[in-house]
């Protein structure tokens, strides 16, 4: 791997686990103002709004610049997120600012990875960045319980500035101001993301001719037999990743009775497993098998629905590594092969706009579904399962769809899958002398 590739590492890490240990001081925000239940789920897809909302632009934005400085402009909107949150805005408004740091910075962190490396590369780097951002969900997660909890929060809370209030008198809003201090550090390694040859894309001076762009990428994506099965894997599978955020804690709050500080670390135990099935993914599997590993979804699913049954914390472990897993293990095939179908088709950062805005959708409509179902008077127990055998039937779905594939496009399957297997294939060493 390129040196590049691990300045890129250590600014996705700090980046995302600022994000993460975020978004457990949001939730302890609004519990310390008594807001109710409907609204801490709401955090969730308030999040996934701007991905939603600017996906026909961010792409062609981050075309448009160097990708480590549209990087380093999108943790700057995530720091003012965050003084929003502490200077009155409402959570869910100021998380939702957050969100668009979020969004603009996604497609420069995937994109630049196709500029920088070649196709063969590409599971090895997802594995290494999804195994990474997953650690940094597992420390963000922690970091957040620990901010917000009685020992660390009453030490921040005792820093006294001489002949200045700074207002902060609760412990989510001093984890919020240390979090401040760690989208600093990731915009540093952002200043020293390296150039690429890759040609940029100029913004068009009227911005509105990108939603036709946008629609006839979107839907190049979808008509590709090869893109559409990745795409619908991913989509789902992050649409449920994002939301088990908010679902475990709540579901630790009724099964086992925890506060946020603890049920923050079930969450990282979540993240470990997808740790080990991305870094199992990035050993075991080549670009072109990604739609084979689509039955683990189904499994996923499954395992969300039993958990329902689990009372004793250390048998919730098990399940929660067991989910973890299986979601890593599926999501870096499918994710490299995503990415390889759409640079191939329309570019890298147009392609991971596409990704960003169904994956989003998604967490979106299940996030406000489970809100609007909490809102309502479902318990959490009946949310749960109706969510995993949601997960698990559209799973099936997209299982039957591509076999069908197989059989009535059988030879265009072939021939893109041949493509992914051509590219992905290692390129044989130039001799010191042949370089350029």
Known sequence: MKRGFFIIMAAQFFSSLADNALFVAAVQLLRTHHAPDWQQAALVPMFALFYVVLAPFVGAFADSLPKGRVMLISNFIKVAGC??????????????????????????????????????????????????????????????????????????????????????????????????FVYLLAALFNLHIPLTSAPL????????????????????LWRDKLGQISLAATTLIWGVAGNLRYIVLAWAATALGYSVTRASALQGVVAIGMALGAIAASVRMRLEDG???????????????????????????????????????????????????????MGAGRSIAVQNFNEQACILVLGASYSLATGMGLPTMGAVITFGVTIAGLMYVIKRWHERNCVVHAAEVDRLLSIARNDAAPVPAVAEHDKS
């Open 83 to 180: 003084l929003f949150m502490l200077f009155g805005t409402h959570p869910l408004l100021a998380y939702a600012v957050v969100g668009l740091g979020a969004a603009a910075y996604s497609p420069a962190k995937y994109g630049i990875l196709t500029e920088l490396l070649p196709a063969s590369q590409l599971v090895k780097a997802n594995g290494w960045i999804e195994g990474l951002t997953i650690g940094s969900i597992i420390l963000g997660v922690l970091l957040g319980g620990l901010l917000v909890g009685h020992h660390a929060s009453q030490r921040l809370l005792a820093v006294d500035i001489p002949f200045i209030n700074t207002g902060i008198d609760t412990p989510a809003e001093a984890a919020i101001c240390v979090l401040i």
């Open 291 to 345: 739609p084979r590993v689509i039955s683990v979804g189904i499994a996923m699913g499954g395992m969300i629905v039993l958990l329902i049954f689990v009372r004793d914390v250390w048998i919730a472990g098990i399940f929660l590594i067991g989910m973890g897993l299986l979601g890593g293990f599926l999501v870096v095939p499918m994710n490299a092969l995503l990415q390889h179908r759409g640079h191939n088709l």
């Open 201 to 220: 894309r100029p913004m068009p001076v009227r911005w509105m001719c990108l939603l036709p762009d946008f629609w006839q990428c979107n839907t190049r």
